[in-house]
């Protein structure tokens, strides 16, 4: 009996999965951590964990922003502040709040903290928040977070940077949801950003 080729090569494609679920390794990413795959809808991002009052997570960002707009993929930022910063974690909580009126506003806020790193210190840091928030009509509560909700997002940030053994800020990826090649790398240089982000676009 004569097997048709295309009939063949599902069949071995079939065997090949049933092969790899039965030894327990992943089929298609399935081991991909959900925080390395692009956002609903994109077949590419750039994610990055940052902390606010690190320096070269403020030299970097404009740099990705960029990339973002330039390859028309999404940017997925996570907050990691990171202990020895006294004002990153609360910075980030601000960032939070201006996530509630529109996500264009709170990554606007960081981007002015990145700028403006060096001028500010926990004593200035609601100064800083309050001018922002006039600027864009907007006010900041007494209490900026009363529950509570908004710090435990920023925790729950950093918690999944840990699951993925972060160590280091900035740390950045180009991932991917294609099934093949490989689902997401890591930018340890950003000279070679778009370099790396075309390579993965032709995979």
């Not at 710090?151 to 999944?160: C, I, S």
Request: glycine share 6%; net charge neutral; charged share 25%.
């Amino acid at each position: 009996m004569r097997v048709q080729q295309p009939f063949l090569r599902v069949a071995l494609l079939a065997l090949a999965m049933t092969c790899l679920m039965l030894a327990g390794l992943p089929v298609f990413g399935e081991d991909v951590p959900e925080a390395l795959r692009p956002p609903k809808g994109a077949q590419f991002a750039i994610v990055v964990f940052e902390d606010l009052q690190c320096p070269q997570c403020g030299r970097v960002a404009p740099l990705l922003e960029q990339a973002s707009r330039t390859y028309k993929i999404p940017l997925v930022q996570h907050d990691f502040p990171l202990p020895l910063h006294n004002w990153s974690f609360d910075a980030a909580v601000l960032a939070r709040y201006f996530d509630t009126h529109s996500k264009e506003v709170g990554n606007e806020f960081r981007a002015r903290v990145f700028e403006h790193q060096l001028e500010i210190n926990p004593q200035n840091l609601r100064g800083f928040a309050e001018k922002f928030a006039s600027e864009h009509k907007l006010g900041v509560p007494f209490v900026v977070d009363p529950d509570g909700k908004l710090a435990g997002l920023v925790r729950a940030d950093k918690d999944l940077g840990m699951s993925l053994h972060i160590d280091h800020t900035p740390t950045i990826w180009v991932v991917s949801g294609k099934r093949t090649g490989k689902p997401y790398v890591e930018v340890t240089d950003t000279s070679q950003l778009y370099v790396m982000i075309d390579a993965m676009k032709k995979e």
